[in-house]
């Protein structure tokens, strides 16, 4: 478990040294979640992953699916997971099927950048591509901690109205489509609801 934003770093800046200990070429990450939301101090919660979304590749800014994880990335990875006590999997691509279907338009202008050593480059999600995030897995996973972190965000209409659009082309049922609309009422956005 992570318990903060500087626990955090210290992980990922010892990922880093590991991989410039080998001098390691690895893609650029881009990463949401939990650990996204402390670095960026949106929210201040414990977690107990980073999750990776994308692989950045230079020449063009491309995203792609971060699977596989390159070996080096993975056995460092591993190294860091024993030093510090972490499960094997702290470090994972467990939401990268977003990238199928479709990230946020122009996501990677709005992205946080932070370098880790020589050789490792992670790119946090804003705020406003959490809260596109937060609001699919909070219908799609139910209450929990992602309807937690996307009330602590504090969303406006416009941002929730672009974020259910941008969920619904994740999930195209009917019933995701009711489901989206049965938690904005909830969260008091009556009138978004009935625009979707």
Same mark, same amino acid.
Request: aromatic share 6%; net charge negative.
């Given at each position: 478990?992570?318990?903060?934003?500087?626990?955090?770093?210290?992980?990922?800046?010892?990922?880093?040294?590991?991989?410039?200990?080998?001098?390691?070429?690895?893609?650029?990450?881009?990463?949401?979640?939990?650990?996204?939301?402390?670095?960026?101090?949106?929210?201040?919660?414990?977690?107990?992953?980073?999750?990776?979304?994308?692989?950045?590749?230079?020449?063009?800014?491309?995203? +792609?699916?971060?699977?596989?994880?390159?070996?080096?990335?993975? +056995?460092?990875?591993? /190294?860091?997971?024993?030093?510090?006590?972490?499960?094997?999997?702290?470090?994972?691509?467990?939401?990268?099927?977003?990238?199928?279907?479709?990230?946020?338009?122009?996501? =990677?202008?709005?992205?946080?950048?932070?370098?880790?050593?020589?050789?490792?480059?992670?790119?946090?999600?804003?705020?406003?591509?959490?809260?596109?995030? /937060?609001?699919?897995?909070?219908?799609?996973?139910? =209450?929990?901690?992602?309807?937690?972190?996307?009330?602590?965000?504090?969303?406006?209409? /416009?941002?929730?109205? +672009?974020?259910?659009?941008?969920?619904?082309?994740?999930?195209?049922?009917?019933?995701?489509?009711?489901?989206?609309?049965?938690?904005?009422?909830? =969260?008091?956005?009556?009138?978004?609801? +009935?625009?979707?």
């Amino acid at each position: 478990m992570f318990q903060d934003k500087k626990e955090i770093e210290k992980i990922l800046s010892a990922l880093g040294e590991q991989l410039d200990a080998v001098n390691a070429t690895v893609p650029e990450l881009v990463v949401c979640g939990g650990s996204a939301l402390n670095v960026l101090g949106l929210v201040s919660r414990t977690t107990k992953d980073v999750d990776v979304v994308a692989f950045v590749t230079m020449n063009d800014l491309h995203l +792609e699916k971060a699977e596989p994880f390159p070996k080096a990335l993975s +056995e460092a990875s591993k /190294k860091v997971a024993r030093d510090f006590d972490l499960i094997e999997t702290w470090l994972n691509s467990g939401p990268t099927s977003a990238v199928d279907l479709g990230l946020p338009e122009g996501l =990677m202008k709005r992205v946080e950048t932070r370098k880790f050593g020589r050789s490792l480059t992670i790119h946090f999600l804003s705020r406003f591509d959490q809260i596109c995030f /937060k609001l699919y897995a909070a219908v799609d996973q139910g =209450m929990g901690k992602h309807y937690n972190d996307l009330l602590l965000l504090e969303p406006n209409a /416009k941002e929730l109205e +672009e974020a259910a659009q941008w969920s619904m082309t994740h999930d195209v049922s009917e019933s995701f489509r009711q489901s989206i609309k049965d938690l904005l009422r909830h =969260m008091g956005h009556e009138d978004v609801a +009935e625009r979707l």
